[in-house]
């Protein structure tokens, strides 16, 4: 099973970055998918974006599109969020999360279920 080490986060204001990593450790990782989900004070967990681990493709929730962008280093076995233009309803811990199986293959990167492991969240806080 994988082991998930996010570093990055913090405070920032509002319309200012952040870049998030999250690197992966384990035997004989088969990487499928990498990604990024959230959760704020008292609300679900909900997914913010993910890559396509073969060819770097990706997806997006609609809140984040044309502000974050998401990559992946597949040497270091690396996923990078990098948060531009950042809002107030951004705040949350932000979670990687990773996908050895492809039960559900290339399609709903979205799902909360296609991921089995989890880093240990990292919080993100951005002030108005």
């Known amino acids: 099973q994988a082991r998930l080490v996010e570093s990055g986060g913090g405070a920032v204001q509002a319309g200012g970055s952040l870049r998030l990593t999250c690197a992966a450790t384990?035997?004989?990782?088969?990487?499928?998918?990498m990604g990024w989900f959230r959760q704020a004070p008292g609300m679900e967990r909900e997914f913010v974006s993910a890559?396509?681990?073969?060819?770097?493709?990706?997806t997006y929730t609609d809140s984040v599109k044309g502000r974050f962008i998401v990559s992946r280093d597949k040497d270091r076995r690396a996923v990078t969020l990098q948060m531009n233009n950042v809002r107030p309803e951004d705040t949350a811990v932000y979670y990687c999360?990773?996908?050895?199986?492809?039960?559900?293959?290339?399609?709903?990167?979205?799902?909360?279920?296609?991921?089995?492991?989890w880093g240990q969240g990292i919080q993100v806080t951005v002030s108005s």
């Open positions: 999360t990773i996908d050895t199986t492809n039960y559900f293959g290339r399609q709903n990167l979205h799902l909360y279920n296609r991921y089995e492991s």
């Open positions: 384990g035997p004989r990782l088969q990487i499928y998918t």
């Open positions: 890559v396509w681990w073969d060819d770097g493709d990706t």
